[in-house]
């Protein structure tokens, strides 16, 4: 059986112009079949030479924004928020405007801070902003106003819904700004060499100190003794160091959510991995991230078809009399459960990389399943943004 998703009816929810639904879909569907974002190699996989697929992206890319269309993606009923950058490497881009040096200060590269609601163990992006240290030292910019810039964005969708940051996020800065916008946040804490400082109510420093197989909570500590908090700390089993987090909620909510948190990792591998993330070549920084937009689009929609296929394939069938525990049993399908080849796959995975035969029917059904998933998704009154 093909692995070909006909995605017209699926950008078709994204892009309210016939035309640029159909462009989006034959480029999208390219972008699957090269499984790479690079536009020479996605013109080669669209029909007709690849000098005229070529002009035909840019021409799509000069009419239309995936990024708007991206912010779609948000799913009301999530959860939490997720912010998490990742480094993309550019190393041979030493011409290319926006691409600075990375956290090693050698490598070419520059970050896209992704915004995602979780997803089954995955994450589905609804938002994205790239920076780099060129583009700081270049203007009046910074990653500081990165972040704030992105975080104000999504104000008016979060509601009472955390935002969940790891490391890269535990400044003082961005707390008071989060607090000043009255957004809620789960921030794990950088211990590097300069560990933060938190003060009790009555002027003592708390110690962050821990014990393994511990858990511990400090609840509304100061944060450098201006910003207050809920702090807990865990050294579980398996960890080689202890984990604390930060939070504005009940430090055991915060917690559980952090943890719910910590598969967005994985999403990033199979971008990386699977769909050629790292192959971006763009020379101008809004064309990149078009493109980039226009993959986690991609990348969304071949995960809910990879997810159905997984519990077709992989989810064991319940006895009348079957006792299963609820976390064991598949999320959406009451009557299977996660076999092993089920936990050990993701969807995107077998979807791209796996051998598999259905019937055309079979298949036909899986994709009409995944379409009104992400059509659900996708039809809710969302403010979009540039």
């Avoid at 969708?157 to 940051?165: C, I, N, Q």
């Avoid at 930060?246 to 917690?255: H, K, P, S, Y």
């Avoid at 559980?256 to 192959?279: H, N």
């Avoid at 991230?289 to 064991?316: C, N, P, Q, T």
Wanted: proline letters at 3%.
């Amino acid at each position: 059986m093909s692995k070909c998703i006909k995605m017209y009816r699926f950008m078709q929810t994204l892009f309210d112009d016939e035309s640029l639904a159909h462009k989006a879909a034959e480029i999208g569907q390219a972008i699957l079949s090269a499984r790479s974002i690079r536009l020479t190699d996605i013109a080669a996989r669209m029909k007709g030479s690849s000098d005229a697929g070529y002009k035909r992206i840019q021409r799509f890319i000069a009419q239309a924004d995936p990024r708007q269309a991206l912010w779609r993606l948000f799913q009301e009923q999530a959860e939490f928020v997720i912010g998490d950058p990742t480094e993309i490497e550019r190393p041979q881009a030493w011409k290319t405007e926006y691409v600075g040096t990375l956290k090693d200060g050698q490598t070419q590269g520059f970050w896209a801070l992704v915004l995602a609601t979780p997803y089954r163990g995955r994450a589905i992006p609804c938002g994205l902003i790239t920076y780099s240290s060129k583009t700081i030292a270049s203007g009046l910019d910074s990653r500081n106003l990165n972040h704030f810039r992105a975080f104000a964005e999504l104000k008016d969708l979060l509601g009472e819904r955390p935002v969940v940051l790891d490391r890269e996020f535990s400044y003082l800065e961005l707390l008071e700004n989060l607090v000043a916008e009255q957004l809620n946040f789960v921030i794990r804490l950088n211990l590097g060499s300069h560990p933060p400082k938190f003060w009790d109510g009555d002027g003592r420093e708390v110690a962050l100190t821990i014990s393994r197989g511990e858990t511990v909570v400090h609840n509304r500590v100061w944060y450098k003794g201006k910003v207050c908090v809920n702090l807990i700390g865990t050294w579980g089993k398996g960890f080689q160091d202890p984990l604390w987090i930060m939070t504005n909620l009940a430090a055991q909510a915060g917690q559980r959510i952090y943890f719910a948190r910590m598969k967005i990792d994985e999403s990033f591998r199979d971008l990386k991995s699977l769909l050629g993330m790292t192959k971006l070549m763009n020379k101008q920084q809004p064309i990149m991230e078009k493109m980039l937009a226009l993959l986690f689009l991609v990348y969304a929609i071949s995960l809910l078809v990879g997810e159905g296929l997984r519990d077709h394939l992989y989810g064991e069938l319940l006895g009348e009399q079957q006792a299963v525990p609820e976390k064991e049993r598949i999320p959406g399908c009451p009557f299977r459960k996660k076999g092993k080849k089920w936990k050990r796959y993701s969807g995107l995975f077998i979807l791209l990389k796996q051998k598999w035969s259905l019937s055309a029917h079979e298949w036909q059904k899986l994709v009409s399943a995944a379409l009104s998933s992400f059509t659900s998704m996708v039809q809710h009154n969302v403010r979009t943004h540039v």
